[in-house]
């Protein structure tokens, strides 16, 4: 009976190696990526990390984490060292990364075109800043190794503002139409208002607010651009060019004469009046003066 138990031990033992059953994580471990180690940017924008894998030990992968403070480029070289004895053409450490959306954005693994590799690169361009996940992880369910991550980070220059000037001016829009000749009257003068100010002692109680005096309505001038003889005396055009403000049955008077009139058939340009006089009586006037 020894005899027996004995030579199933030996034949146990020349079996080799177990393999392991288990998915290589510690039963604790339900989501390891949320277990990262923090990487470190320094001066230079370089970092490096160092450790070791086991799958027949539950040390499966190795989470870390590097946060990237601005657009650019995130450069990986992994370089891994499988035990003397235990090297075989099927061992694969594998890399992924993910971005801050959890999204993987780089791979490396069985798969990939540098499978077996022991040195491993990846170059990622035109990252926007955030937070990264770099994955390390064995295939092969009797593998281990040591590792050396390192990676570097490059800022993306600004990129210059572009102009496309003139393109964006808008056109200049139709201005008014400006008479090539001032037609002002030479005495027409601008009315200003005149503002008094109350001066009052620090300490009184009733303060006066200051006073302001309101300007007399102002008259206005016109231009006699016409004149002609009708029955009932002498009818006269004039211009409202800087009379804006000339409207029918405005009354008036002749500059010069002693005649008076009342506007009627006030257009957009003129008004006319009928004035009862002689033309030989109106022949210096030039101008009228309407009151308000």
């Not at 964006?168 to 005495?187: E, K």
């Not at 005149?194 to 607010?209: F, G, L, M, R, S």
């Not at 651009?225 to 804006?244: D, F, L, N, P, W």
């Not at 010069?256 to 022949?283: E, M």
Request: aromatic residues 6%; neutral net charge.
């Amino acid at each position: 009976m020894r005899w027996i138990v004995s030579l199933s031990v030996v034949l146990m033992a020349c079996g080799g190696p177990q393999i392991p059953t288990h998915n290589g994580y510690k039963p604790k471990e339900a989501k390891p990526w949320k277990k990262t180690k923090a990487l470190k940017l320094d001066d230079k924008g370089e970092f490096k990390a160092d450790g070791d894998v086991s799958y027949p030990d539950m040390r499966r992968a190795r989470w870390y984490e590097v946060d990237l403070p601005s657009n650019g480029q995130l450069a990986l070289n992994v370089e891994a060292t499988p035990p003397g004895d235990a090297v075989n053409d099927d061992f694969d450490l594998g890399l992924e990364v993910f971005d801050p959306s959890s999204r993987v954005i780089a791979k490396s693994d069985l798969e990939e075109a540098d499978a077996h590799e022991l040195v491993k690169k990846k170059t990622l361009v035109d990252l926007p800043p955030g937070k990264y996940l770099v994955h390390i992880y064995l295939q092969g369910r009797m593998d281990s190794a040591d590792f050396v991550l390192r990676g570097s980070f490059k800022p993306t220059p600004a990129a210059e503002a572009k102009s496309n000037f003139p393109n964006d001016v808008p056109f200049t829009p139709t201005l008014p139409m400006v008479p090539i000749q001032d037609d002002t009257p030479r005495n027409y003068k601008q009315p200003t208002a005149v503002v008094t100010h109350t001066t009052k002692h620090p300490h009184a109680k009733d303060p006066t607010p200051p006073k302001v005096e309101t300007p007399a309505a102002a008259s206005l001038s016109a231009r006699i651009i016409g004149m002609q003889v009708s029955g009932g005396g002498v009818v006269i055009t004039v211009a409202r060019g800087t009379s804006t403000g000339a409207a029918t049955g405005m009354k008036g008077k002749v500059d010069g004469a002693s005649a008076s009139f009342t506007l009627s058939n006030c257009g957009d340009r003129t008004c006319s009046a009928t004035i009862a006089a002689t033309p030989d009586q109106l022949k210096n006037a030039s101008s009228v003066t309407l009151l308000p």
